[in-house]
């Protein structure tokens, strides 16, 4: 079955990076885009950039241009977004997500907490 | 920026019917499709209704998603409420960008 998979949680300080991975199982990995999206404790969904996993090509929400880093690597079908500069308010739950059948977000990953703290 | 806008909470009694809104910002709601989630504390989020009213398979059909272009906004209807039904929605379209956009959610209890 159509599966996505995250890397575990991460404590980090404030001003480091995270790294994020997202790797897909049970359809062609090429098919769909990949999106990114978070969610801060007791907050809402936030959509935070989608890449394209044929070619590599990224688009990022406004908010997080030049703060994230949407990579691929289509050998292990692995999906990665890094997030540099973190501060308090980037602590959340990010989740990655295809929609492979319509508009709709249908396959998302299980969340990976990120947990900026000094 | 293209936004859009969601009552943060709405309760109704089971058994009921609720409507949740979805007011879109600028340009039409209807030149992109609408999808709504719903989000389970803990759990990821879950499709309920996608492309302004289709229901996923699984989905009763006591959940049902429109579009009012004169109010700009969409809405999801869910009828016989009941206790399983609680739990926070999201409304969720594109911009002109293609970008995703969530609506600020909704917590829906059942009382």
Sequence with gaps: QVQLVQSGAEVKKPGASVKVSCKASGYTFTSYYMHWVRQAPGQGLEWMGIINPSGGSTSYAQKFQGRVTMTRDTSTSTVYMELSSLRSEDTAVYYCAIAPSSAAFDIWGQGTMVTVSS | ?111
Aim: net charge negative; hydrophobic share 25%.
């Design chain 2, 1 to 111: 920026n293209f936004m859009l806008t969601q009552p943060h909470s709405v309760s109704e009694s089971p058994g009921k019917t609720v409507t949740i809104s979805c007011t879109g910002s600028s340009g039409s709601i209807a030149s992109n499709y609408v999808q709504w989630y719903q989000q389970r504390p803990g759990s990821a989020p879950t499709t309920v209704i996608y492309e302004d009213n289709q229901r996923p398979s699984g989905v009763p059909d006591r959940f049902s998603g429109s579009i009012d272009s004169s109010s700009n906004s969409a809405s999801l209807t869910i009828s016989g409420l009941k206790t399983e039904d609680e739990a926070d929605y999201y409304c969720q379209s594109y911009d002109s960008s293609n970008h995703g956009v969530f609506g600020g959610g909704t917590k829906l209890t059942v009382l």
